[in-house]
């Protein structure tokens, strides 16, 4: 086991690996093996920083002979990963009465002592934890109000420090490092930092390394300054140049927009390096290329330019949107710096979301309005409207419109068609609007509980105060959850080469299979386009809701007789038949599982009077009976009431009448193209294995009378949807009828919980927020609870049957821990939104190769 020292010397020998000292001191290292120009410095080990946070000095010894007059230092942290942040850099440690006087001779006395000003103003702050608005004060009174003189400044400042601790500001160097390094230390201990830092997925316990490094001077008499650069674009991954370069300061202040700064290249809003100083802006381009290929990824630089040379003080991943992700994944390949595996190790799967989706341009200036959950990715502008005939209308005047809802209901289905985003004030990431605006790739906000809906106004009110009316423009941002006033600039989605590419290389390494939530043939064109494995699940009522076919739907609910009900059924029959004829023709050759009707029957009832109203007219029925009948139907629990097979088993003729329509299509498609079709038939709700025993009698028998009228033979499989917790434990009977299973974890994780999907978005980011669960458990599985009945179920069932199909189907089968544990324990496949059916394919074959590496 290897020794680390408490500090060590960057050097192009060094072994300063990440785990120990920080990515920051592994990477200068790695720069320094390539001849690049790095000021001298020293890593302090994660131990070492624990300790000073304890009150334990590391040995400062080495820096006897180091710290001296004119020589300055700054301390930067080097946590374990970029992202998980920490304590902003200390600069100019070693700065005192002495060093300034050393410095003038060769910056100026004016020059010296902004830069004392500017180490007397961080250390009071940082490390004496001085007030900063009396510190501002001070500023504004010495250097503002009576004229711009650094040395007066420096001073009061002097002054200001001493009268406020009752001590001198520290002259010795050492004294000044220790105080740092000690200060830094207990920063990162803090409670504040350690919560920021696990919101960015750093464990509780993780260490922070630190770097004192040379200061590479800002100034001088040739060309100075301090900057970052990259040569990639930050929106396409692909040739150009981003960053900011000062001239003749340094510090963190120098590449966060403030000051008067040059552009890195040529660029008509102003002065840029590349005209200012070309050979500097030459270096840097070489650099860059070095460092990309030292550290195998696009970098951006860190750089102090000192008299014409350049120096670089750290290399970090360039920034990037999604899209450039992807296409700088592809080219690293192209290039031979990494293998595919690395490559798509690299890509964070919302990367491809961000890919499919219009998404804001991240120059963009905004206000944000509220807050909601984030339910469906994208983002879009539009004229607020709060109806779904309203949002019909507006398409047919081809205008953009937003739908703005209290909750969505199968009858807003043409509506949301019509929309470019829903916002609802209730539900969850699984509600209703939810899942459809995932499978229509709508930007979707839901439980935007801040939103007070006035439906006889059209308008809608915000807690302050603003109203909005019915026309005004807002813009949904779907990825993060915000509702935006009016609207802002959008990037456009990609779908080019490398997007392709990247998912092509999936195939290679995937062994989990990823299927999509298809319930139209429209739905399953979309499909295709992104090369799914087949669907996972088609829910036929989607069907039911267009208008010709809830005429004949509503008709089939109110017929007292059976040869009533029959006839209805009758009407239904070819225009299911239709649909899966298409479904199967598109989808030929690739497995396709239908589930049989789920919601129950009031759910293609009207509900407003005015809708009644027009139902009773339409059907030419007494008002009176079609309330009637719809109060018959209303349950109290209708999610636990007479829906899925309960539906099938006690009204008669509904499920026959589906089987009947699938096994002629595919017959008629098998004949067509003579291409087997093998339809999966899937069972819902079911929580006893006689209801699946019963069912698939009463569908095999269907499929014999369709066989004989068509001289065709049909392969099919019959399977239950688990989405009962009953269902799951006893799944080793169920499996004895069934020839797959397929976890419906949206309903699985209701009945489990004990909470209702569509109300839950109210508490939920309160619950997550204060960490009474951890996730929200209809975004991404609960491994604890739910993620434990699915294995058990998938355990018990392949006892009971080794060849036994086992898949997840609900808006689970889209996140990528989700998929991760599907991968896992076994599972055949995931089913989701076409839109997610990406992600789902990169998380699986990120899964199979971080499986592999372990073994």
């Not at 100083?277 to 460092?291: C, I």
């Not at 970090?316 to 192209?334: C, D, F, K, Q």
Request: net charge negative; hydrophobic share 40%; aromatic share 6%.
């Amino acid at each position: 086991m290897t020794d680390f020292a408490d500090i060590a010397e960057i050097t192009a020998t060094a072994d300063l690996p990440a785990a120990e000292y920080g990515v920051r001191a592994e990477v200068l290292a790695k720069l320094l093996q390539a001849d690049m120009p790095v000021p001298r410095g020293f890593a302090v080990s994660k131990a070492a920083v624990h300790k000073l946070a304890l009150g334990e000095l590391p040995d400062l010894s080495m820096f006897n002979d180091v710290l001296k007059p004119g020589v300055l230092y700054s301390v930067r942290r080097s946590p374990e990963q970029r992202n998980w942040g920490g304590p902003r850099a200390i600069l100019n440690i070693g700065m005192n009465d002495q060093t300034r006087d050393v410095l003038a001779r060769d910056l100026g006395l004016d020059r010296a002592n902004d830069l004392y000003c500017r180490f007397i103003r961080s250390y009071a702050l940082k490390v004496a934890r001085l007030d900063e608005d009396d510190l501002e004060e001070l500023v504004e009174e010495e250097f503002i109000n009576r004229g711009r003189d650094y040395g007066r400044l420096a001073t009061a400042l002097l002054a200001f420090y001493e009268d406020e601790l009752d001590e001198p500001f520290p002259q010795d160097p050492m004294e000044q490092l220790q105080q740092v390094l000690r200060a830094v230390a207990r920063m990162w201990e803090g409670t504040t930092a350690r919560i920021l830092r696990q919101a960015r997925g750093a464990p509780a316990d993780a260490g922070l390394g630190l770097i004192i490094q040379d200061m590479a001077w800002g100034t001088g008499d040739g060309e100075c300054g301090v900057g970052s650069a990259q040569f990639t674009s930050l929106i396409t991954g692909q040739a150009g140049s981003h960053g900011r370069y000062k001239s003749e300061t340094h510090g963190h202040d120098a590449v966060t927009g403030r000051g008067g700064e040059l552009y890195l290249s040529r660029d008509d809003r102003g002065l840029s390096l590349e005209e200012a100083a070309p050979k500097v802006f030459g270096q840097l381009q070489s650099l860059a290329r070095t460092a990309r290929s030292v550290l195998k990824d696009e970098m951006m630089l860190q750089f102090a330019v000192q008299d014409g040379a350049v120096w670089v003080l750290d290399a970090s991943p360039a920034e990037r949107s999604g899209r450039a992700e992807v296409e700088i994944a592809v080219t690293l390949v192209a290039d031979g710096l990494r293998s595919k595996a690395e490559a798509l190790l690299s890509v964070t799967p919302g990367s491809l979301t961000e890919m499919l989706h219009r998404q804001i341009d991240p120059k963009a200036e905004y206000g944000v309005l509220t807050h909601g959950i984030a339910a469906s990715p994208g983002a879009n502008s539009g004229k607020i409207v709060f109806t779904a005939e309203a949002a019909q209308a507006s398409a047919a005047q081809g205008e953009n419109c937003i739908l703005v809802r209290t909750e969505t209901s199968p009858e807003d289905i043409r509506g949301m068609h019509s929309a470019q985003g829903i916002l609802t004030t209730r539900g969850g990431i699984t509600s209703h609007a939810a899942v459809i605006a995932r499978g229509l790739g709508l930007p979707c906000i839901v439980g935007a509980a801040d939103v007070d809906i006035d439906l006889r106004r059209k308008r809608f009110e915000l807690p302050d105060g603003r109203q909005f009316e019915e026309g005004d423009i807002i813009t949904l941002d779907g990825a993060s959850g915000e509702v935006i006033e009016g609207a802002t600039d959008l990037v456009e989605p990609d779908l080019g080469g490398a997007f392709n590419t990247l998912l092509d290389w999936t195939d290679e390494f995937r062994r989990l299979g990823v299927r999509a939530n298809a319930d139209t043939p429209n739905d399953a064109r979309l499909a295709k386009t992104f090369r799914v494995d087949g669907i996972g699940l088609c829910r036929t009522e989607h069907m039911f809701f267009e208008p010709g076919r809830l005429t004949a739907m509503r008709e089939m609910i109110f017929a007292d007789q059976d040869q009533d009900r029959q006839a209805a059924l009758d009407r239904l029959m070819p225009m299911q038949r239709a649909d899966f004829v298409e479904l199967f023709g598109l989808m030929a050759g690739l497995p396709v599982c239908i589930r049989l009707l789920d919601p129950p029957l009031h759910e293609f009832l009207p509900q407003s009077s005015k809708e009644i109203r027009s139902l009773a007219e339409a059907m030419d029925l007494p008002l009176a009976k079609v309330m009637g009948r719809t109060e018959d139907l209303s349950e109290y629990n209708p999610m636990l009431g007479m829906r899925g097979v309960r539906l099938g088993l006690t009204v008669p003729g509904i499920y026959e009448m589906q089987a009947r329509a699938i096994f002629e299509a595919a017959a008629h498609v098998q004949e067509a193209h003579g291409t087997p079709i093998k339809p999966e038939i899937m069972i819902p709700l079911v929580s006893a294995n006689k209801e699946v025993e019963i069912v698939k009698s009463r569908v095999d028998a269907v499929a014999s009378e369709v066989q004989i009228a068509t001289g065709q033979r049909l392969e099919y499989s019959v399977g239950v949807m688990v989405e009962t917790p009953r269902a799951a434990l006893k799944a080793g009977h169920i499996a004895q009828f069934s020839e797959f299973l397929s976890f419906g974890t949206n309903d699985l994780t209701q009945m489990t919980y004990g909470l209702s999907r569509d109300d839950a978005g109210r508490f939920m980011r309160d619950y997550v927020n204060t960490g009474v669960y951890s996730e929200d458990p209809f975004h991404s599985i609960d491994l604890d609870a739910v993620g434990e009945l699915v294995m058990l179920a998938a355990t018990r069932a392949k006892e009971a049957r080794c060849d036994i199909e086992l898949g997840l189907c609900g808006e689970h089968g889209g996140d990528p821990a989700s998929v991760a544990f599907c991968h896992k324990i076994g599972l055949d496949y995931v089913s989701c939104s076409p839109y997610r059916a990406p992600v789902a394919r990169l998380a699986a074959a990120q899964t199979a190769i971080l499986d592999a590496k372990s073994v």
